[in-house]
């Protein structure tokens, strides 16, 4: 079964830095012709999209985030990435990689405290 890995959270202090990794498990030859993305979820709070970069490699940004994050994607590693910068303790959430197509994995636990 084909599932998304996501990697690299962690806890940091306000006004660190993270990157986040997803990689699809299994040989995917559709993922490059979909746009991918990362989802955050805080406690008591909806499932939220972060950001999101078209099969093109055009990035869109929720406007929390613009300009301190970058999302990026390597369709030969089947693998979607998102560099946090200047994080803000409003930014601890559970982080998700979004492919439309896939079910959705665990997820990585972002905290910003001191």
């Known amino acids: 079964q084909v599932q998304l890995v996501e990697s690299g959270g962690g806890l940091v202090q306000p006004g660190g830095s993270l990157r986040l990794s997803c990689v699809v498990s299994d040989n995917d030859r559709d993922f490059r012709n979909y746009a991918v993305g990362w989802y955050r979820q805080a406690v008591g709070k909806k499932r939220e999209l972060v950001a999101q970069i078209s099969a093109a490699e055009w990035p869109d940004y929720a406007d929390s985030v613009k300009g301190r994050f970058t999302v990026s994607r390597d369709n030969a590693k089947i693998a979607v990435y998102l560099q946090m910068n200047s994080l803000k303790p409003e930014d601890t959430a559970v982080y998700y990689c979004?492919?439309?197509?896939?079910?959705w994995g665990q997820g990585t636990q972002v905290t910003v405290s001191k």
């Open positions: 979004y492919v439309p197509y896939l079910p």
